[in-house]
């Protein structure tokens, strides 16, 4: 099944869950996190501390847990409980507590297209924050529901023993060139990079250049971001056209014979942070939010994500990127699916 069509039947169980959901009245008391007052960091700090600890529930790597969560328990004296699984698994375990009437999680932080999903279904409270003016476009979505933190952009990774950097592509359409013929790997659940790609270039040129990539070239299609990685360095894919920023940087510095480069605009996918709205503590939730986009950036640079944040240097600077918008994904998934597994899956142009 793929992502798209288990989000959207996860979506709908959750909106039987939230039937008649009756707010705790901690949770009803939304004032500090839209507040705009000048004294409105004060005040929610000395709130989050009244209430002194927080449950989140994340998909973010295991390893990176407690780097991201240790300094914000020593700068407040907040305690954070974490509860880490995937993106998947963490959308449905929220569905089945809101649906047994159970408020145990505070925060959310998970990726846009399963937080998408949480906040149509009415599961988070609106936030606001002085630090959105600092974010890239995109980093916010329309409704407030939730933030983006982080990005994890797809980067197009390379074998150094196979291909010397001038003979790299420039642009996308370089790749349509036949001596990429049977070279570029493919991770089976990028949807996302290919529908922005198509959007980008305008829908009717977008979809006929796929098809003319696949007519000329071929894509080999493989599951997982880590074995693309993997197989690049082994040689069996010179060049791997949706890998994570990180992981051919990774692997570079273990000395692996691998580099990246990126065909603009890179595509991103994000990770946001929401606030539930059955939250026992949402004034710590909204606090660790808030951390999250400001000394959190730095953290996460660290860690090798790409930031949301303007004011922190990027690992990716000076490249173009174009965040993937979650709400078109969800809302065309039926239009994109189809292209997307006969085109690209399938390796079907015609």
Known sequence: ???????????????????????????????????????????????AKAEGSLMLYT???????????RPFEEKYGIKVTVWRASGGDVLQRVVQEQKAGRATVDLIHISAPE?????????????????????LPGAVPAHSAWVSTLLSVWVQGYNTDLITKDELPKTYEDLLDPKWK???????ENIDWFSTIVETMGEEKGLEYFRNLVRTNGLSIRKGHSLLNNLVVAGEVPLGLT??????????????????????PAVARSNGAGVVKTAPHPNAAALFTEFMLTDGQAILVGLNYVPTSTKVKSPLEGVEIKIADPADKLDNAKKWQPLYDRIVVRGNPD
């Open 243 to 264: 890998i994570y920023n990180y992981m051919p940087v990774q692997a570079k510095n273990d000395g692996a014979p691998i580099d990246w480069f990126a065909l603009e």
């Open 59 to 69: 998909s973010i790597a295991q390893k990176d847990v407690d780097p991201l969560v």
């Open 1 to 47: 099944m793929t992502i798209n069509r288990r989000l959207l039947m996860l979506a709908t169980a959750s909106a039987i869950a939230l039937a008649g959901l009756v707010l705790p009245a901690a949770a009803q008391d939304a004032t500090l996190l839209t507040s705009t007052a000048p004294d409105r960091n004060a005040k929610l700090e000395e709130a």
């Open 115 to 135: 937080m998408e999903a949480l906040q149509r279904e009415g599961i988070f409270q609106k936030i606001v924050s002085p630090h959105f003016a600092e974010l």
């Open 182 to 188: 049977g070279k570029l790997g493919y991770e089976f």
